[in-house]
């Protein structure tokens, strides 16, 4: 039997020897890899490249569905804001996470220009008024009027009824 959190570990490895940051990912279906990724962020510079979304990625494309139901995802650290977002949207049954932050944190730099690793979290829990990043509402009526019109142009084109995700077939 594989052991998929050592496999986990063995990515993130192999990454960091090749001059990547040290995430990997491996989503297990059925006792299976459907799709791993290392985090390949420094190799594209590219922000989104998490292992995570990665993985993600290329499991979806696999089943021809944004649905990961019947997934487990092996991380190797607790998954960022970002990550996180991403794996509530695509519904694995489990994450298991190798290593926390306070765990990896004083052997790893990641600080950007709004937030620390340390930060981050606090940041996503604040009003959107009240963060780092600098945000604002186009204040002008017609223009929020007509972009909840699209809302309603997707919810007409949709049946005209408002459906969760998760009555829709897996």
């Not at 020897?17 to 059925?30: L, Q, S």
């Not at 977002?85 to 932050?101: A, I, K, N, Q």
């Not at 990896?104 to 340390?118: C, G, L, M, T």
Request: hydrophobic letters at 35%; glycine letters at 6%.
């Amino acid at each position: 039997m594989t052991d998929f959190a050592q496999r986990t570990i063995d990515l993130a490895r192999r990454n960091v020897a090749e001059g990547g940051r040290p995430f990997a990912t491996v989503i297990v279906k059925d006792g299976e890899v459907l799709a791993e990724s290392a985090n390949k962020v420094a190799q594209t510079n590219d922000p989104t490249a998490h292992a995570e979304i990665l993985a993600i990625r290329e499991a979806c494309t696999k089943l021809g569905t944004e649905h990961l139901v019947g997934t487990t995802f092996y991380v190797i650290g607790h998954p960022c804001p970002m990550c996180l977002g991403s794996l509530y949207y695509c519904s694995p049954d489990e994450v298991v996470f190798l290593t926390s932050r306070d765990a990896y944190e004083p052997h790893y730099v990641d600080v950007r220009k709004y937030f620390e690793p340390a930060t981050l979290y606090a940041e996503f829990a604040k009003e959107w008024q009240h963060r780092r990043l600098p945000m604002r509402q186009d204040p002008r009526p017609e223009i929020r009027a007509a972009a909840v019109d699209v809302f309603r142009f997707w919810q007409e084109c949709n049946g005209g009824e408002r459906i969760a995700s998760n009555d829709s077939p897996a």
